[in-house]
């Protein structure tokens, strides 16, 4: 099946249970005609690689025309197919104790942090370590780039707020949301950025944790019970013995906000960059586009991390050969960045540690920011 992602038309072939639950995420998207830009193949098992005459470089194998990832979880076979990326999945059974001892740590840890089955570590890692980095590749070709950040739609404004997790940015949309009934969701977490100046929705699911149900406990619920019943119960098990971080759940913003309160791309007009500031007061300035800029490239090569190590271990003996060397990724990102932003408003606000996201939209509204 073939979904559009932004300006990228993905593909997902073949008959392995990784691919049911990727799916899943994606259905909501529409389906285009014309070729794929990046095919994922997934199946049960892959063959040993083509040819004799490679290269084994810490866990990638390089040959002529593709390389491989040999992890403990996924194999993951990368090759050209014409202009598109065509990247093959396979789990990696592992057998014996070591297996054992994996498929039970991380059932446990599955379990207690998700709610859900020891397979989904097979969805998580294929999400960083394949769909992600060639994404965003694709994406970079166009001119195009992921940005960790929220949006929302408030009147004519769309505004951007990239952060580092934990800052504020899902806690403030979030506030916007359940306070403001004209408010629209465009994204949270990784969006996409067009070098038109365009935020697009990336539908990959919200991430709630332990202090989002102290912050917002009604709508909380109301978003848990878009869960699993085993999902709920596990929550109210466990959650007492949890770190803030230490339990999450995993939603799709449509079963939370519902369609007609989802926007599809808007045209970002403000952006606010959230860091943690020392003090105990807000501080809000100007922020040069192109600084901003960096700040966001940076903050997506440390998100996305697979991207850079891949970047670095694929360019030690032939640079630019499967995917752009480090200089030139960041360059790229930095560039799409900067067109995405160029014509906003743009905002740095030092947030400090305890801040509401309700102080903090004031704090914007009064300053005329939103």
Request: hydrophobic share 45%; with cysteine.
């Amino acid at each position: 099946m073939m979904f559009q992602v932004g300006p990228v038309k993905i593909s997902f072939q073949g008959n392995s249970f990784v691919r049911g639950l990727v799916e899943k995420i994606f259905e909501s998207l529409d389906v285009p005609e014309g070729p794929a830009d990046v095919i994922f193949e997934f199946s049960d098992t892959l063959s040993p690689p083509p040819d004799s005459q490679s290269t084994r470089i810490n866990n990638f194998v390089v040959g002529d025309d593709y390389f491989r990832l040999d992890d403990r979880v996924l194999m993951i076979h990368f090759a050209r197919q014409g202009s598109a990326w065509h990247i093959t999945v396979a789990p990696r059974y592992l057998t014996g104790l070591r297996g054992l001892k994996l498929r039970l740590g991380k059932g446990y840890r599955y379990l207690v942090t998700h709610g859900r089955s020891w397979r989904w570590h097979f969805l998580k890692r294929f999400v960083f370590y394949a769909y992600l980095p060639f994404m965003q590749f694709a994406l970079l070709a166009r001119g195009d780039s992921f940005v960790h950040a929220s949006a929302v739609v408030r009147g004519s404004k769309a505004v951007l707020f990239p952060s580092w997790g934990g800052v504020g940015k899902t806690a403030i949309m979030t506030h916007m949301m359940i306070q403001e009934p004209q408010c629209r969701f465009v994204g949270d977490d990784l969006l996409i950025l067009d070098h038109l100046g365009d935020v697009r929705l990336h539908p990959l699911p919200m991430h709630l944790y332990k202090y989002h149900a102290r912050l917002f406990p009604e709508f909380f619920d109301r978003m848990l019970s878009n869960t699993s019943r085993r999902d709920r119960l596990l929550w109210r098990l466990l959650s007492p013995f949890c770190a803030d971080d230490g339990i999450v759940r995993w939603v799709r913003p449509l079963d939370v906000f519902g369609a007609e309160r989802l926007v599809p791309n808007a045209a970002v007009t403000c952006v606010v960059w959230l860091y943690r500031a020392a003090g105990d007061s807000l501080a809000l300035d100007g922020f040069e586009p192109s600084l901003l800029a960096h700040s966001m490239a940076a903050m997506l090569m440390e998100e996305v991390n697979y991207l850079t190590q891949m970047s670095i271990l694929l360019n030690v003996t032939d640079l630019d050969r499967f995917v752009p060397h480090l200089g030139k990724l960041y360059g790229q990102i930095h560039a799409a960045n900067l067109a995405g932003i160029e014509k906003a408003k743009c905002y740095r606000l030092g947030v400090p540690e305890g801040s509401r996201a309700e102080q903090i939209c004031r704090f914007l509204q009064d300053r005329s920011v939103l």
